[in-house]
C-alpha cells in the first residue's frame, strides 16, 4: 500500500476446466476500476492483481505467497475455491493478511472465526443454502422423496446437510445420495442408482459440469422428477444454456434454485438501477463478456463489499484498522444484491450473508419468487 493506492490480490482459475469461475474475479476488477474512476477510496485507487492457480490447491500456496511477499499485498481478495482458500488460510492469518471476503460457502471459515481471525468469507454457507432447499420442499412438497447426486468433498456434504436439516420435521426425506469424486469422468452408475430409486426430486449438488452431465443422462433414462441445482450451477449461465438445449428442455425448465444475488436472465431486474449499472460496467470494462453470467455480478457485489469496509476503515489505512471494522460490519444497500440483504459479520457464525431468495428457470431465465429466507447457524 502507498499514499496512494491499496494493493489487493487474490487467486483463481484463468485457466483449465474451472476457468468460468474466473468472471468472480474480472467482476471484482471492473468494479475496482470504475471506482478508481470517481476518485477510489478516501483519495487512493485500487490495484488489483489476480494470479492464475488453475483451481489446484497446491498451486494456490506459491500463488499467494507471491502476491504477499512479492507483490505486497495489503490484503488478498476474493480468492476462489474451498481447498484454495483452506490451503492458504494458516499462512496469510500467522502472516497478519486479511483473507477478505474469500469466494467459498464453507462453513468452516465463519465456524472457525476465532482461530483465524484475519479470515472472512462473503456469500452463504452452503449448509444454508441446503437448509433452504429443504425447509421450502418440506413446506410446499412435504412427501416429496428426493435423490442427491453430490461432490465428495465439503461443498456437497455441507449442502446435502443443510438439506436434510431443513427437511426435519415433515415427511419428507433423502431416499438416496450419489457421492462423486471430482476427478472422475464418468457418473452414469450415480445417476443410474439415482432414478432407479423413483425419487420424485432431483438434488444435483455438484460442479456446473457435472450437473449438466446428469442432466443429460436423466434425460436418456426418461426419468424427470422436481429438480434442484445449487447457485453455483445457476449462477453459471454457459452451462443452463447447454442444459436447456435440444431435448432436455423439458427437463431443465422449472429448475429450483436459490440466490441472493440480482440475476441478469431475470426480467423484474430489467431497468433496476443497480443492474443498469452493471451492464454499463460490463460494457465498458468487460466487453468480450457474456453480461448474463451471475458470476460477473457476484465479483461486483463483493467489490462493493470491500469498498465500503475500506471506506470504513478510514484515511488512515492499516490492516488493524480494517480488521476492526470487519469485526462489526453491517452494510446494506449493495445495488447487485437482491433488496432486502443485509451484508454483517457481526452474527454469531461471521458469515457476511444468511439470506437467499428462491428461484425457477424458465424458458432461457431465472425468475425470482416469494421473500427472503433467513438462516440461523446451529
Known amino acids: 500500500m502507498t499514499a496512494d493506492s491499496i494493493v489487493l490480490g487474490g487467486t483463481a482459475p484463468l485457466t483449465g476446466p474451472a476457468s468460468f469461475d474466473a468472471a468472480v474475479a474480472r467482476g471484482a476488477e471492473a468494479y475496482f476500476r470504475y471506482v478508481n474512476a470517481q476518485g477510489g477510496v478516501n483519495g487512493r485507487s485500487i490495484v488489483y492483481t489476480v494470479r492464475d492457480d488453475g483451481y489446484n490447491p497446491a498451486l494456490t500456496v506459491p500463488a499467494t505467497r507471491q502476491l504477499v511477499e512479492q507483490d505486497k499485498v495489503f490484503a488478498v481478495f476474493n480468492s476462489v475455491g474451498t481447498a484454495e482458500n483452506l ?13 477478505l471476503f474469500l469466494a467459498s460457502g464453507a462453513s468452516a471459515f465463519g465456524r472457525d472465526h ?21 425447509t421450502y420442499l418440506a413446506r410446499a412438497a412435504p412427501g416429496a422423496t428426493v435423490a442427491v447426486l453430490f461432490q465428495n468433498d465439503d461443498y456437497g456434504k455441507e449442502l446435502l446437510d443443510g438439506l436434510e436439516r431443513g427437511l426435519q420435521r415433515s415427511s419428507a426425506r433423502v431416499l438416496v445420495a450419489e457421492p462423486y469424486d471430482p476427478g472422475v469422468r464418468d ?48 449462477s453459471s449461465a454457459p452451462t443452463m444454456r447447454r442444459a436447456a438445449a435440444g431435448a432436455r428442455r423439458a427437463l431443465v425448465n422449472g429448475t429450483l434454485s436459490a440466490t441472493y444475488l440480482k440475476d441478469p436472465t431475470d426480467p423484474q431486474w430489467r431497468n433496476d438501477p443497480g443492474m443498469t449499472l452493471y451492464r454499463r460496467l460490463v460494457a465498458k470494462y468487460l466487453p468480450a463478456a457474456k453480461a448474463d453470467d451471475a458470476l460477473y455480478v457476484y465479483g461486483m457485489a463483493v467489490a462493493w463489499a470491500a469498498v465500503e469496509a475500506l471506506r470504513e476503515a478510514g484515511r488512515d489505512l492499516t490492516r488493524a484498522s480494517l480488521q476492526k471494522v470487519l469485526d462489526t460490519f453491517t452494510v446494506s444497500g449493495n445495488p447487485f444484491l437482491v433488496p432486502g440483504i443485509v451484508v454483517t459479520t457481526s452474527g454469531p457464525d461471521h458469515v457476511p450473508i444468511d439470506q437467499l431468495v428462491l428461484e425457477r428457470f424458465r424458458n432461457g431465465a431465472w425468475r425470482s419468487f416469494g421473500g427472503l429466507w433467513s438462516y440461523t447457524a446451529p
Not at 87 to 99: E, I, T
Not at 207 to 226: D, I
Request: aromatic share 14%; charged share 15%.
Open 114 to 134: 476465532a482461530q483465524y481471525p484475519y479470515t472472512t468469507g462473503f456469500q452463504p454457507s452452503y449448509e444454508a443454502e441446503g437448509w433452504v432447499y429443504g
Open 87 to 99: 490451503a492458504v488460510r494458516p499462512y496469510l492469518n500467522s502472516a497478519g493478511v486479511p483473507q
Open 187 to 234: 457418473i452414469s452408475a450415480q445417476v443410474a442408482k439415482l432414478a432407479s430409486s423413483r425419487a420424485d426430486t432431483l438434488a444435483l449438488f455438484a460442479a456446473p459440469a457435472f450437473a449438466l452431465k446428469a442432466y443429460g443422462l436423466a434425460a436418456k433414462l426418461g426419468w424427470k422428477p422436481r429438480r434442484v441445482i445449487t447457485n453455483a450451477v445457476a
